[in-house]
C-alpha cells in the first residue's frame, strides 16, 4: 500500500488538473492520494470522478492557511464536510486575502518596472480558486522575467524581497475548531518546514492536541533525516498520527514527486478511525461525513 496524504492541483498552485492529479497518482503506483489544495475544496468533484475512473482511493482534503503566535501554520484537514457554514467562512476569507494581495504584489512589480499585470496573473492562474504568489510566479515565467517558480520566488516573492506581500490568514485554534467541527480531522504539515520549528515545540504541539490535533505530518521534504526522527518521538509522545507526503504541486515544485514520501497503512488506518469519530460527533451538530472515495 503506498499512501500520499498531501498533494495539490490548479485548483490551488499545483500545476495538474484535478483529474490529471488523480491519474498521475494512479500511473505513479499510488493507491491512496489525498487532495489537498490551498484553502478550498473546489476540486474535490473532478477528483472524486477521476479516482472512481481510475480505481484509485481518494481523500478529500484541503490544506489551510493558518497563524499562530505570528507565524505561518500550514493546517491539512481531511474529510471535513465542506458546506459546514464555519468552515466555508473560515476558507472564504482566507481566499478573500489571498484574492487582494495579487494586485498589490502586482503594483511592486509595477514599480520596480516590470509589466505583468492582473490580466496576465489571470491568464495563468485561470483554473485556481486559490490565486497565491505560484501564479505571478507563472506570469513572470510567461513573461520571459524569470525562468522558473523558484527564481520568481527568490529574486522577487519571498519575504524580504521586493514584491514580498504579506496575507492574513486564520488564526490556528480557529480553523482546528472549524475542521473538527465539520467531522474532520486535521493534521500540522510540514511542522519543521521553512524554520517554523521554534512554534512547534513540544508544548505547543500538546496544546494543539487538547485542541483536537489529530497527527503530524513527519515525512515530508522540508525535513531531514534528524528532524523526521525527532518529530516521530514527538508524535509517538503525544500520540499523534504520523504521515508522510509528496507535497507535489505538478511541475512546479522539484523535488516533490508524487510518492517521494508515503504514509504508513497502520498510520493511516488510524486517520480514518480518527476522522470517523469526527464525523459522529459533528454529525450530532448537523455535519455531514465525507467517506473516502474507494479505491475499487
Ligand atoms: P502563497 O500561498 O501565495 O503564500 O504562496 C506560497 C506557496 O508558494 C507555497 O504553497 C508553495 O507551494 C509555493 N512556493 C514557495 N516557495 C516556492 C519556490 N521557491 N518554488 C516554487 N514554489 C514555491
Ligand atoms: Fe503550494
Ligand atoms: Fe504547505
Ligand atoms: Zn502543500
Known amino acids: 500500500m503506498r499512501i500520499d496524504l498531501h498533494t495539490h492541483s490548479r485548483a490551488s498552485d499545483g500545476t495538474a488538473s484535478p483529474a490529471d492529479l488523480v491519474g498521475g497518482a494512479r500511473a505513479a503506483g499510488l493507491d491512496v492520494v489525498a487532495l489537498t489544495d490551498h484553502d478550498t475544496t473546489a476540486g474535490w468533484d473532478e477528483a472524486a470522478r477521476a ?3 481510475v480505481g484509485i482511493e481518494l481523500v478529500r482534503g484541503i490544506e489551510v492557511s493558518t497563524t499562530w503566535r505570528g507565524r505561518s501554520v500550514h493546517l491539512l484537514a481531511y474529510l471535513p464536510d465542506p458546506h459546514d457554514a464555519d468552515l466555508v467562512a473560515t476558507l472564504a476569507a482566507v481566499v478573500e486575502r ?3 494581495r ?3 504584489i502586482v503594483a ?4 520596480l518596472g516590470i509589466g505583468v499585470d492582473e490580466a496576465a496573473v489571470a491568464a495563468v ?3 485556481a480558486a486559490a490565486a497565491g504568489r505560484p501564479h505571478v510566479a507563472d506570469a513572470l515565467v510567461a513573461a520571459g522575467v524569470v525562468r522558473d517558480r523558484n527564481e520568481a520566488f527568490d529574486r522577487f516573492l519571498s519575504p524580504g524581497r521586493p514584491a514580498y506581500v504579506h496575507r492574513e490568514s486564520a488564526p490556528l485554534l ?3 475548531a472549524a475542521v473538527r467541527g ?6 500540522v504539515a510540514h511542522p519543521w518546514g521553512r524554520g517554523s520549528r521554534e512554534v512547534m515545540t513540544y508544548e505547543d504541539l500538546a496544546e494543539l492536541v487538547s485542541a483536537g490535533l489529530t497527527g503530524l505530518e513527519v515525512d515530508h521534504q522540508d525535513h531531514g533525516p534528524a528532524q523526521r526522527a525527532e518529530l516521530r518521538e514527538l508524535a509517538d509522545a503525544l500520540g499523534l498520527v504520523v504521515t508522510g507526503s509528496s507535497d507535489h504541486h505538478g511541475t512546479g515544485k522539484v523535488d516533490h514527486d508524487l510518492g517521494v514520501n508515503t504514509t504508513a497503512p497502520e498510520e493511516y488506518e488510524r ?3 480518527a476522522a470517523g469519530r469526527s464525523a459522529r460527533a459533528a454529525g450530532e451538530h448537523g455535519a455531514r461525513a465525507v467517506e473516502v472515495v474507494p479505491g475499487g
Open 51 to 53: 479516482a472512481v475512473e
Open 98 to 100: 489571498r484574492r487582494e
Open 102 to 104: 495579487v494586485p498589490a
Open 108 to 111: 511592486k512589480l509595477a514599480a
Open 125 to 127: 492562474a485561470g483554473h
Open 174 to 176: 480557529g480553523a482546528l
Open 182 to 187: 465539520a467531522g474532520g480531522v486535521a493534521v
Open 271 to 273: 486517520l480514518l478511525e
